[in-house]
Each structure stands twice: as structure tokens, then as C-alpha cells.
């Protein structure tokens, strides 16, 4: 069995697999390491890659790798490890990087015969982590290709069978992913993640063959499928596997059809339970929204659609947001710190989304943590995806035991004495896990409290009030205070199919803004990259702005998405926003991408420079996904706005400094509909020259020369896949 990777553990919606993998057929590659090479995947964040240095230097050093073998897989683990660290903060393109440097220092080690007995646990893991990193990323082909090359070394690798089963599941090969999960099963009885994936492709085989008597009621209540779910975290029955289920269904899954008349109880019902918390608020609770129908909903159809506007105020599912104070340190016994003047771990405020179904109050809320956070209840092996952060199972469970304790308390006022309760001890978590969770949120926490004693501008942190009409250019504060787009449309500018931009912040303010990002680089705080090309950005969410970012995403962001891209844009659960710097001696400029975005808005701040256009092509998987389109010319406060699917890239920087504000805002419902799958058709015809990528593009070299720096990359892209080559295709390298 593969060694297990804790970090690499995520159950989430991808892409159809070729039409060969879909058979359970994997082309035999030439070499082990070649296979990798070939699958090496479009970075979609901006530029995740490897260090040229250390895969230049393992290339140098290939002959010494050949014969040290020892020397070869500890360099190999520290790099892997690297990328599970990477894994573990959502970099899952610096991940990548990393076990391809993993990769190539085995390479002396594996040449191209077979793999030495001692080679294999390590060769295996490498590659289930990437084919985890592949499927975490939507990138189907590499991630099935790649844990089918694990299960050729390893065929009782629970993780790669688990991975390939899933990605199996969410294509519609329920028979096939029905195999590996079995056999997954079989080898780790008690899985509790392959349990639940595996009663997840028992009920999608049911309702596809339209068996109505295998199908399962999704809203039967997860307190009656939490039977059997034990304390420390692990399921030992059939209904445990189904509680992991209910609690990783889509967040926003519609419920069935209900009668008129239990739609209007659970309405009532929740409407009367919120007025009350609204009017005595239990301890910590800073607010809680009224109720509101969910804008973009998930249906109970195979690969989950989404269908916008397809709740209603009366119908449900309803959401409601809510923020949370944590415990100070010593606000109770178990918030007691080693040192004294050392804060608590969780003593900050957390945003959370509930999404109430018509069970309500038989049937509680699903929760979602707006607030990047470090939990055992959220962040568990089931499903540790860096955008959804939902409670599981162990929170239901310490909720029901809540209810049974106190059956006269409201299900919601439970469901916020559990939330606030989570933050102040450990429930039933696993001791190592609630200490580790410590371990991480103290980090996110202090360098967030360290930046607050140093801000330059606090106006810009003030969440209370928010951010000033003053700040906006005067063309869009209309916007301001009603959400109507109607009313700034002609603002609007639409610079090429798909990609809009408009005059959103003012110089003055641009100004502030960089006054204090200089300010956090003078204070000598660590900084987390946005990624690994961008080596002198920040990510804001990072050190205090992430309740800003929320603000501008309601009040502005989000109406002009949902206008611009209605069902991408309808609902945003989430951001990441991080400045990125381009100047001549730094970052130059950025190979051409793709965002891990729904909707990215992208704001110039300044200052002086010249050059650096921003160049459009077609959407990713498109005939013309390499077709240029349109080269967008910054100008200071202005936004240009476009699907994060769309690939573009930065041009060389000629004289001086461009910093750009970049918000990737995530929609949850869209993420987990098949509709948000990259679907590969065959490319119209040699690519445009300007939308060429040295990082993905495996006929790069036929149209242009590497840079210098980036020759390694020759022989390891990815695009486009094999089965979307268009006429003539050539791969570098090789002949015409």
C-alpha cells in the first residue's frame, strides 16, 4: 500500500477524461519520468513554477543522482515534502513544481528500466501527490493518467485508486469508478473518506439507471446518519459513510420538491429562530443577516448544474452570513496559552455562510467559513479543499449532542453556540489535529495582529465603515449603496468579447494604497508570495485586508459579475487578493495563463511605467484558446475585468514600476457543477505567437526561442492535450 500524504487528500468536481482513459486504457510511455514530463499541466494561478535553479542543478547532477542513489531520494523527499507544504497553503501550482523537482532528481535513479524495489514507495507517492494536484486543479487527463501510472507500480495504493475513482465518478464511468472504489475499500476498510466517495458513486450509478428504489433521500435529516460516528473522527458503519456524504454534498444543492406547505413551516421556523438570535445574541455572535434566497443553487442532477435564480424567497434554500468572535486567551479554561501576553489562536473574528433547506429545524444548516482558517471540523482528509472550508461531520456531531442536551434551544442558536464553542476547545477533535490547528491559525493570526500595531492608513482596515464613496471614481460610486449595474452600464466598456473595463478607483486613493503596501515591505513582517512567478507581490488577505476585500466584493464586485457573466458571477463565497509587481530588474513580466478564478477584476495602482500590456487570447479548451485577441493597456485606477478561464499574459515591463490589485473571486456552486470543467475541443490551428506559454506549451519551441533561463521547460508542457492537436501539429523537438 502507497504511503499516506495527508496533505493530498481532496474530493471535488473535474473534468471528463479522454475518451482512452475513460476505457481504463493508459497509453504505455516511453519512460517514467518522461510521462511526467509530457503531463506537465497549465499552472493556472499566475505562473506557478518550478525554481529554475534546483531543477537546473538536478539536471546538471543527473550522473551522481544515477549512483547515489540514498542521496538522490532524500534530496527527492525534502522536495516532495516541499510540495505537500506548498499543498497545504492552496499553492497547488507550487506544489506541482515541486514534485516535478522530486521527479527529476529520481530520474538518475529510475533511467528508464524497471524501479528498483527500494525506488518504488517513493517513485508512487510522488506521483499519487501530483495526480492529487492534477485533480484538485480540474486537469482530468494528467490526474487520471498520472494515478494510473502510480497503480502500475503500486496496484494497492489507496490513494490513487481513490483519486482516479472519483475522477472516474465525476465523468459519468460509474462502473469503472465503482472498481477502484471497491478495491479502494477493500484495502482500507476503514477509510472514511472512500467510504463516503464509494456510497456517493453507489447512489450517482442508481439514479443514472434510474433505480428509484436505490435512491436515497438527501435531506432525511444528517442527525439520523450520524449513528455510529465515532469520537475521534473515524466511521465505523454504513451511516457514518453517510453522514460524510450529506456533509459534502454541494453547499448549495437544491433540495427536492417539497410541498408548498413545509416550505412555508421551515420559512417560518427560521425566520422566528434568527429574529430571536438577532435580538439576544449569545456570547460572541457580532451578526447574523436575515434570511435570503440563495442566488445560484446546485440541482439534483448528474454533474450538478447550476441554475441561477432557481431558489426562491419562499422555496428555499435560504442563506444567511454570520460573524463570529473567538474566545481572548484565559476567556475560558481550555484558551490558556504557555506564555504569558501570547494571544489565542482563534481570538479573531470569522465570517461563515448558512445555507437552510425546507427540513429546517430537523434538518440544520450547512456551514461554510468565508474566513481562511485552520480547523479539525473544517479542514479534515475527507475533503480538504481550499475553497470550500465546510464544517464536517465531527460539527454535526457535537451539534446534535448540543440538541440532545438541551432539546428546547433552537437549532440555529445551536448551531452558533457550536460554531463559537469550536473556536475555545478541542469537542471531540483529535488531540494531534486540534494542536497542529493551533499551531497554523497562530501564524495566520499573529502576522495579521503584528501589520495592524505598524498600518500606515487604518482607514484602509476599518471594516466598521467600510470603504468611502470618495475612494471610487465618480463614474461608478452610482453603484455604491444599491447594487443596480443599470446604472453605471454605460461606464462599462466592453475592450474585446468577454473582457470589460471600467474606472473604479481614483489616483488619489491609488496613492494611499501603495503608500501602505510600502509600508508592510518596509516593516520586515514575511510576506507570503501570491505564487511562485510573482516573487515580489503580497497577499493581502494575509495581513488584514480579507474583511475589506468582502466589503468591495458585496457592494461592488459581485453586481458587476453578476451582470457582466451571469452564471459565473451570480454568487461569490470567497477571494484571493494579493498585489502583483512588475519592474525590469524583478519580474518583467508573466507567461501566459490562466486564473484559478471565476471572475478576476484586475486594478492598476501605478506608478510610472511603460510597456507591460496585458495580452488576451481565447478560453481555455476553446479552438481559439491560443488565438490572440486583444493586448489591454493599463492606466492607473482603471479595472479590467474577465472569466478567470480566459487565458492572458503580461508583456515585458520597458521602464519602471507597475502594481496591479488582483482579486480572483470564487463562486462554490459553480465550482462544484461539471459546468466548470475544462473541456479540450481541437485547437483551430497553430497558435498566435503572442499566446504562446514556455511553461505549458509543448510546441513552444517551433515558434519561438526559449528565453533565456527557461530551456528546461522544453519537453515538460502539457498543451495542448494529445487529442486536441490541431492539423500539422509538432511538438518541439520532435519532426513536423
Known amino acids: 500500500m502507497c504511503v499516506r500524504v495527508r496533505a493530498c487528500v481532496c474530493v471535488i468536481a473535474y473534468p471528463a477524461s479522454m475518451a482512452a482513459a475513460e476505457t481504463g486504457a493508459v497509453e504505455k510511455p516511453r519512460n517514467d519520468v518522461e510521462v511526467l514530463k509530457t503531463k506537465f499541466h497549465d499552472l493556472q494561478m499566475e505562473g506557478h513554477m518550478p525554481d529554475e535553479r534546483k531543477l ?30 506548498a499543498f497545504r497553503q492552496g499553492e497547488t501550482g507550487a506544489a506541482i513544481a515541486k514534485y516535478v523537482e522530486a521527479i527529476a532528481l529520481l530520474e538518475g535513479v529510475l533511467g528508464a528500466g524497471a524501479v528498483p524495489d527500494e525506488v518504488k514507495p517513493e517513485f508512487v507517492r510522488v506521483l499519487v501527490n501530483t495526480a492529487v494536484c492534477h485533480k484538485k ?10 494515478a494510473s501510472r502510480a497503480l502500475s507500480f503500486d496496484p494497492k495504493c489507496v490513494k490513487a485508486l481513490y483519486t482516479r475513482g472519483s475522477i472516474r465518478h465525476n465523468a459519468g464511468d460509474f462502473a469503472a469508478a465503482l472498481k477502484d472504489m471497491t478495491e479502494a475499500h477493500a484495502l482500507d476498510p476503514e477509510n472514511a473518506g472512500v467510504k463516503g466517495e464509494l456510497a456517493k458513486i453507489r447512489r450517482a450509478a442508481g439514479r443514472a439507471a434510474q433505480e428509484s428504489s436505490k435512491k436515497k433521500p438527501k435531506f432525511a435529516g444528517i442527525f439520523d446518519k450520524l449513528q455510529g460516528f465515532a469520537s475521534d473522527g473515524r466511521s465505523n458503519g454504513k451511516a457514518s459513510s453517510d453522514a460524510v456524504s450529506a456533509a459534502e454534498d454541494p453547499f448549495y444543492l437544491a433540495p427536492p420538491a ?18 430571536e438570535l438577532q435580538a439576544q445574541p449569545p456570547e460572541g455572535l457580532v451578526s447574523l443577516s436575515s434570511p435570503a434566497a440563495c442566488r445560484s443553487v446546485n440541482l439534483e442532477d448528474n454533474g450538478f448544474p447550476v441554475s441561477v435564480g432557481g431558489a426562491s424567497n419562499e422555496a428555499g434554500p435560504w442563506f444567511l452570513d454570520a460573524r463570529i468572535q473567538g474566545p481572548a486567551a484565559g476567556a475560558c479554561s481550555s484558551c490558556s496559552c504557555k506564555e504569558d501576553g501570547e494571544f489565542w489562536p482563534y481570538d479573531a473574528e470569522f465570517a461563515m455562510r448558512l445555507v437552510v433547506v425546507p427540513g429546517y429545524p430537523k434538518e440544520p444548516p450547512r456551514v461554510r467559513f468565508r474566513t481562511i482558517m485552520h480547523h479539525p471540523f473544517v479542514s479534515n482528509d475527507t475533503k480538504d479543499d481550499h475553497h470550500e472550508r465546510r464544517v464536517g461531520p465531527l460539527f454535526y456531531k457535537a451539534l446534535r449532542a448540543e ?6 434551544t433552537s437549532t440555529l442558536r445551536a448551531v452558533v453556540t457550536i460554531l463559537r464553542r469550536m473556536l475555545q476547545e478541542p469537542l471531540d477533535a483529535n488531540p494531534s489535529k486540534w494542536s497542529s490547528s493551533l499551531t497554523e491559525n497562530r501564524h495566520r ?26 475612494w471610487f471614481a465618480p463614474s461608478i460610486r452610482p453603484l455604491l449603496g444599491n447594487g443596480n449595474v443599470d446604472l453605471v452600464s454605460s461606464a462599462l466598456e466592453e475592450v474585446t468579447p468577454g473582457v470589460y473595463s471600467f474606472d473604479m478607483l481614483t489616483a488619489e486613493f491609488c496613492g494611499t494604497f501603495l503608500e501602505e503596501i510600502d509600508n508592510f515591505y518596509a516593516s520586515g513582517i514575511p510576506a507570503a508570495r501570491p505564487n511562485s512567478m510573482n516573487n515580489y507581490g503580497v497577499i493581502l488577505n494575509d495581513i488584514g485586508f480579507e474583511p475589506m476585500i468582502e466589503q468591495l466584493q458585496k457592494c461592488m ?4 459579475a453578476a451582470k457582466l457573466f451571469p452564471r459565473e458571477g451570480a454568487e461569490f463565497d470567497s477571494h484571493h487578493t494579493f498585489i502583483v509587481k512588475y519592474r525590469g530588474d524583478e519580474d518583467p513580466h508573466l507567461d501566459v495563463h490562466v486564473d484559478d478564478s471565476e471572475v478576476t477584476f484586475n486594478v492598476c495602482l501605478g506608478r510610472h511605467f511603460k510597456g507591460c500590456g496585458l495580452v488576451f487570447c481565447g478560453m481555455v479548451g476553446s479552438p481559439e484558446h491560443r488565438q490572440w485577441c486583444h493586448t489591454y493597456n493599463h492606466k492607473i485606477g482603471k479595472c479590467v475585468v474577465h472569466l478567470g478561464r480566459k487565458r492572458h499574459g503580461a508583456d515585458n515591463i520597458t521602464e519602471g514600476e507597475r502594481l496591479n490589485l488582483i482579486i480572483w473571486n470564487h463562486s462554490i456552486a459553480w465550482r462544484s457543477s461539471r459546468e466548470s470543467q475544462n473541456v479540450f475541443s481541437q485547437e483551430s490551428g497553430p497558435p498566435d505567437q503572442r499566446c504562446l506559454s514556455y511553461t505549458h506549451d509543448r510546441d513552444f519551441g517551433h515558434f519561438r526561442e526559449y528565453p533565456e533561463g527557461k ?18 501539429f509538432a511538438a518541439a523537438g520532435t519532426a513536423a
Open 56 to 85: 537546473d542543478s538536478a539536471a546538471e547532477g543527473e550522473g551522481q543522482l544515477a549512483k547515489d542513489t540514498d542521496a538522490s531520494l532524500a534530496r527527492a523527499r525534502a522536495a516532495c515534502d516541499a510540495g505537500n507544504a
Open 137 to 146: 486543479r480540474g486537469e482530468t487527463d494528467a490526474a487520471q493518467d498520472t
Open 258 to 275: 417539497s410541498t408548498a406547505q413545509d416550505a412555508k413551516a421551515a420559512k417560518a421556523a427560521l425566520e422566528e429562530d434568527c429574529t
Open 403 to 408: 440538541k440532545d442536551a438541551h432539546p428546547e
Open 445 to 470: 493570526v499573529d502576522i495579521v495582529r503584528r501589520y495592524a500595531r505598524q498600518v500606515k492608513h487604518p482607514k484602509l482596515f476599518d471594516k466598521k465603515i467600510g470603504w468611502q464613496e470618495e
Open 557 to 560: 464586485l459581485q453586481p458587476i
Open 711 to 728: 530551456e528546461h521547460f522544453r519537453g515538460r508542457g502539457w498543451c495542448p492535450p494529445k487529442h486536441a492537436e490541431y492539423d500539422g
